[in-house]
């Protein structure tokens, strides 16, 4: 079963109604951001943390993107996904902040989604202090090291304290890497956060004992509603992690690709070729949208052959201010230089829309 929770201010929403109209009004401020480039900022490096743990406010685009797989006090298993979007607006001169919530519920199939959004101006939001709060949704990076995630929407909401087991991990070897559109973006990731807590879906309190985060942050100046990706971060259960990136155009191209695989004896490799094939199609009525599910990815490098597999398919988000996506709770398997690993994924297919703008390479004003 599943079930759509979105709304300004945790209002819900007609899908074919409120979010129609509202979303043809953001979009026609999206466009033009999107797609005119004024000033390219380059990504500065080397990376400096806490610095760079909180808002870029010199780039146009950024996100901080929680996925993980957590275990409740009743012996449950539950995906969710945390996410705040940042986004300049032209016709605001400003930005917009939007949340992202959703928990899978794999026993039942269910999957509930939430969504917020802030317009400008926005208080309390300052350079590279990394502490947001917008509408309910906030993200806090302690002193402590500990990563402190709320949400809060009438039928769903979260408080977790997240704490890093291994180190941040940069990808593209600097924390610099391409987007689809061939303009750069910061990017690492916290691959491995111990997670407590606790998670509220309709009104039911889920007490998190344990669990494994991944955390994604990026930003830049990149067109990313032009785009469409494909991303895989694989979670090991020796420790290991792997994260896997494609940017697709309108005719299925790979206009760029990346990995970054680190080993549960803490070797990081870097790489770009890697190839992904997909067993079935699934289609999403609500979203209209047909993704691809089942992969097989093969890394010739490191000699890998993975299995991911969704726990179940409707896991998509639907009726939001981005375009919509499917974000999923899966399970990995296969070998990597010859050694057999397992152990849970998050999977992100975005560009999968029936009316997905269409974009084949890099726009001349790049």
């Known amino acids: 079963m599943l079930e759509k929770i979105t709304g300004l201010h945790g209002t819900e929403m007609h899908f074919k109604t409120l979010y129609s109209n509202y979303r043809q009004m953001l979009l026609c401020s999206l466009l033009y951001s999107f797609f005119t480039v004024i000033s390219c900022n ?35 298993t539950l995906g969710f996904e945390f996410t705040i979007f940042k986004r300049w607006i032209f016709s605001y001169d400003s930005f917009v902040y939007l949340g992202h919530c959703a928990v899978s519920e ?14 400008p101006p926005v208080a309390g939001i300052a350079e590279a202090v990394p502490e947001i709060s917008i509408n309910g949704f906030s993200y806090a990076f302690t002193e402590s090291g500990s990563i402190h995630i709320k949400a809060g929407t009438e039928d769903i909401s979260l408080a977790l304290i997240l704490r890093p087991a291994r180190n941040v991990l940069l990808h593209g070897e600097d924390g610099v890497v391409l987007m689809g559109d061939g303009l750069e973006s910061g990017y690492y990731s916290f691959t491995n956060l111990a997670t407590t807590g606790t998670i509220t879906v309709n009104n039911f309190q889920h007490t998190i004992i344990s669990g494994r985060t991944w955390m994604d942050h990026q930003w830049g100046d990149f067109t990313r509603l032009a785009a469409m990706w494909d991303w895989f971060s694989l979670r090991f259960n020796d420790g290991g992690a792997f994260m896997l990136t494609q940017h697709r155009n309108v005719r299925e191209n790979v206009m760029s690709a990346h990995w970054t695989y ?21 289609t999403d009525e609500n979203a209209q949208c047909t993704y691809p ?6 890394v010739p490098e490191l000699d890998a052959v993975l299995f991911i597999t969704p726990l179940f398919d409707e896991q998509s988000l639907y009726g939001v201010m981005t375009p919509s996506y499917w974000e999923g709770l899966c399970t990995v398997e296969g070998t990597i230089n010859n050694q057999t690993l397992n152990g849970s994924a998050y999977v992100e297919l975005c560009g999968y829309e029936d009316d997905q703008l269409i974009y084949t390479g890099p726009s001349s004003s790049s």
């Open 42 to 76: 380059r990504i500065e490096t080397p990376l400096e943390f806490p610095r760079d743990h909180g808002p870029h406010l010199e780039d146009r685009s950024e996100w901080w993107y929680f996925t993980g797989e957590v275990f409740t006090s009743r012996g449950e």
């Open 106 to 119: 794999p026993a039942d199939a269910r999957h509930v989604f939430a969504e917020t959004i802030t317009y």
């Open 262 to 282: 680190r080993s549960a004896d803490g070797t990081v490799y870097y790489g770009e070729n890697f190839r992904v094939e997909t067993a079935r199609m699934f």
């Open 293 to 298: 599910l089942d992969w097989t990815v093969e």
